[in-house]
């Protein structure tokens, strides 16, 4: 099932982070979201995964369109996604941390649903351990089984490679790449590894100052001379 922005228009006060940006994809793909700091690229996931209103434009995934659209809702119809930022709960363990998000979700099967995402992300061995104690790499990974529990269409990682050193972020690209095989569901990852996002994506598409300004394969966007002078150069 096809996901689908169109003139996405996002406003704060007088200035326009997001300036006509529209971009289609399929299940199954992994396209990359890349642009320098303050493109756009957080403010694009906000407005796909309900966190904030655009002031123009809508979305479609398969028949359903909106303009926007809660949080809970777009998560409730498999559109999930990571924080730039993690965002865990203090007190909780692993487990505790996915079954309230499957929870949230509404599943009768949390404690199995919980399960099956955290086996997912190879945590099974940590599910008892107090999820703001564990090592920064496994927050990470956490947060991301904490996102695709129970059923997923698209799931949007905003920087998951962040802070991680490069045995940890190839071996969440590994992740990354089993969960779309497994789940069949598409994937947007931003990153500013180029060698995350050129080893990963099957698409990248380019964001500066608001404006989409190129897509392709990972071979065309690197040496597409817009990209190259806007973020590569
Ligand atoms: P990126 O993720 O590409 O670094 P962002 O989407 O976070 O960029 O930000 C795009 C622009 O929008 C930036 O200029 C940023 O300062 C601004 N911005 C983002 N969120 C807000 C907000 N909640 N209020 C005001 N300005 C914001
Ligand atoms: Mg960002």
Known sequence: MGLEAKDIVVRFGGMTALDGVGFKMDSGEILG????????????????????????????LGERSWAKMAPRDAARIGIRRTFQNIRLFSDMTALETVEVA????GRGDRRKAALHALAELDFLEHLDR????????????????????????????????????????????????????????????????LHVIMKSCDRIIVLNEGHLIAEGSPSEVRNDPEVIRAYLG
Do not use: M, W
Request: glycine residues 10%; hydrophobic residues 45%.
């Open 102 to 105: 499957a929870a949230a979700l």
């Open 33 to 60: 979201l890349i642009g320098p700091n303050g493109s756009g690229k957080t403010t694009l996931l906000n407005a796909l995964s309900g966190v904030l209103a655009p002031s123009a434009g809508s979305f479609r």
């Open 130 to 193: 107090i999820a703001l104690e564990l090592p920064y790499g496994l927050q990470r990974r956490l947060e991301i089984a904490r996102a695709i529990v129970g059923e997923i269409r698209f799931l949007l990682l905003d920087e998951p490679t962040a802070g991680l050193n490069h045995t940890e972020s190839s071996a969440l690209v590994d992740v990354v790449k089993r969960i779309r095989d497994e789940r069949g569901c598409g994937i947007i990852l931003v990153d500013h590894d």
